[in-house]
Nanobody, 114 residues
Framework: QVQLVESGGGLVQPGGSLRLSCAASGFTFSAYAMSWYRQAPGKERELVASISRGGGSTNYAVSVKGRLTISRDNAKNTVYLQMNSLKPEDTAMYYC???????WGQGTQVTVSS
């Protein structure tokens, strides 16, 4: 079955960096665009970044553009989210998702605080 396993979250100070990973299995990874979403306490889940099947096209939410970078390695069935210049408002649970597949992983918590 479809499995998405996110990792790499943690506690970081404002201005710091993290790299999130999402290992996918149970489907043909290279056939799907991939996205990262986040959900902060009391807020709806929001789309953060997306990447095309081959990795040649990316899109970002306005709030993260220029600070977060999505990438993928189809040979490793993994999608990444490099997070730089982190702000307290980036604090959330982060999830990856394959387009048109409804499965979600358990997420990885990112906390930005001094």
């Amino acid at each position: 079955q479809v499995q998405l396993v996110e990792s790499g979250g943690g506690l970081v100070q404002p201005g710091g960096s993290l790299r999130l990973s999402c290992a996918a299995s149970g489907f043909t990874f290279s056939a799907y665009a991939m996205s990262w979403y986040r959900q902060a306490p009391g807020k709806e889940r929001e789309l953060v970044a997306s990447i095309s099947r081959g990795g040649g096209s990316t899109n970002y939410a306005v709030s993260v553009k220029g600070r977060l970078t999505i990438s993928r390695d189809n040979a490793k069935n993994t999608v990444y989210l490099q997070m730089n210049s982190l702000k307290p408002e980036d604090t959330a649970m982060y999830y990856c998702k394959a387009s048109t597949i409804t499965a979600w992983g358990q997420g990885t918590q990112v906390t930005v605080s001094s």
